[in-house]
């Protein structure tokens, strides 16, 4: 009986501990590293300036992407259906395998210390430069699959209506290939946002670096690096809901 | 198209119908895939208003022919005379002469991104500079006549078998052909469908429009066709009208294919 009450009365001192001692030590912690990482000196500004370098490298290099992807994806499709552009196939062919065969970090640090390396440039369009490059090659592979998948009957149809080649691509098979590909797209940039967060290596400051140069500071590397992997989360989840919404949009516009 | 090429294109026709030369002159076509010589040396003449079909085995070539007219595959040898233009020399512009040579497929190649009105208006807005309003009114007129008027709006995937059909064979009809291509145009259809695919055929074969048919349905030969010929191993082996093909056949190969297929 008496070992009962003993351990009812451990259990309540415990609790009433965690209540009245360890919570508000808690949150006396917390805000005291909130105020360290965040508050003090305005280190939230690392963050925030990190965010939007991010941001501005991941959309410009998207863009890079998309353009050369296409380009090298109608090129190399071409080749593959009518067996014209040799040349340019086998320069595409080249560009793919180095880029998709190396590290993006190391093409990363080739095009800033090695290409750039006796000149002075913006590190920001030196990531875009980069980036864009590497997921150019990406973007390629998955439109030229794309442009594969789309039944040769279709690209009959469109020629022998008497539109030429590149109209019955434009007005045929690249509408059809891109609805196709959006899901493998927009993966591929969600990949990319994530991939940017090796830009701290030409010491750009991005949103990975913002939080590693405070926890170099604080010596709390909790907080900051919680609050950058929260932030990354939530643009990927952004971007998710923005690319299910399109394809959506696409497919209503079929049935 | 600029308006020089099509002035251009409009004289030499000038000058072909003078001449009274068949609408298609086909010499000596030859098609080879690597070693198969799917086509051996293929001459016919096709006048304006005949209505050709083409039958025979499968493997004899005779797709392979149609689709040589409008050189969606390239001829090894042999020439094409379209209106009295050469149409296998690689200075023409194919592309041009492809408007005037409608086709239509056995999987039907609807564009499926599109309605069926899109599907109809493309060609004659994009390579004829028809204005939006005159294209969709000629594709209403015709897909009056193919009873189809109410799915303009529809996509393809909605459509039946034979539905998807009767609209590709109205998607070349808006380019105005001088010329249609059929192949195998029932060959993917369920059988209750053939019917109102046939009909439709039947109807522009009656408005005397010039047809290329490669088709199995010996039936609808019989009914419409003005002339018929059989091809067997890439080579034309008999050529005569409906009544004297089916008939009175003259060669062993017709005789043996006519025996199995009627």
Known sequence: MDFIINLLIIVRDAIRYFFTSYIPQLIQEFSNDFYLNFIKEDRWKYIVDGLGVTLQVTLFAVLIGIALGFIVAIIRATHDKTGNLKFFNWICHIYLTVIRGTPVLVQLLIIYFVIFGSVRVDKVLVAVIAFGINSGAYVAEIVRGGIMSIDAGQFEAGRSLGFNYTQTMIHIVLPQALKNVLPALGNEFIVLLKETSVAGYIALEDLTKGADIIRSQTFAPMMPLLAVAAIYLAFVMLLSWLIKLLERRLRNSER | ?262
Not at chain 2, 69 to 78: D, K, Q, V
Not at chain 2, 125 to 150: F, I, P, T, Y
Not at chain 2, 223 to 241: L, P
């Open chain 2, 1 to 262: 198209m600029s308006d020089k090429k099509r002035l251009q294109m409009e004289e030499m026709k000038a000058v072909w119908e003078a001449s009274g030369a068949p609408l298609i002159q086909v010499k000596d076509l030859e098609k080879h895939f690597d070693d198969l010589h799917a086509l051996n040396g293929v001459s016919v003449d096709i006048n304006k208003g005949d209505v050709v079909f083409v039958v025979g085995p499968s493997g004899s070539g005779k797709s392979t022919f149609l689709r040589c007219l409008n050189r969606l595959e390239e001829p090894t040898a042999g020439e094409i005379l379209f209106e009295g233009i050469n149409i296998t020399n690689k200075m023409t512009d194919i592309n041009l002469h492809r408007q005037k040579m409608g086709m239509v497929f056995q999987q039907f190649n609807l564009f499926p991104h599109m309605t069926i009105m899109k599907n109809l208006t493309l060609g004659p807005m994009k390579l004829q500079n028809m204005s939006k309003e005159a294209a969709e009114a000629q594709a209403m007129q015709l897909l009056e006549r193919v009873g189809l008027a109410d799915r303009a709006d529809a996509y393809p995937n909605q459509l039946s078998g034979g539905q998807k059909q009767r609209i590709a064979i109205v998607r070349a009809l808006c380019m105005k052909p001088d010329v249609m291509l059929f192949d195998e145009p029932t060959s993917a259809l369920d059988p209750e469908m053939v019917g109102e695919v046939l009909a439709v055929m039947r109807d522009l074969a009656e408005e005397k429009m010039t047809m290329v048919v490669v088709t199995h349905e010996m039936a609808f030969a019989k009914e419409v066709a003005s002339r018929v010929i059989f091809m067997a191993d890439g080579k034309i082996v008999e050529e005569a009208a409906p009544a004297e093909f089916f008939e009175n056949p003259k060669t062993e190969r017709l005789q043996n294919f006519l025996a199995k297929v009627l």
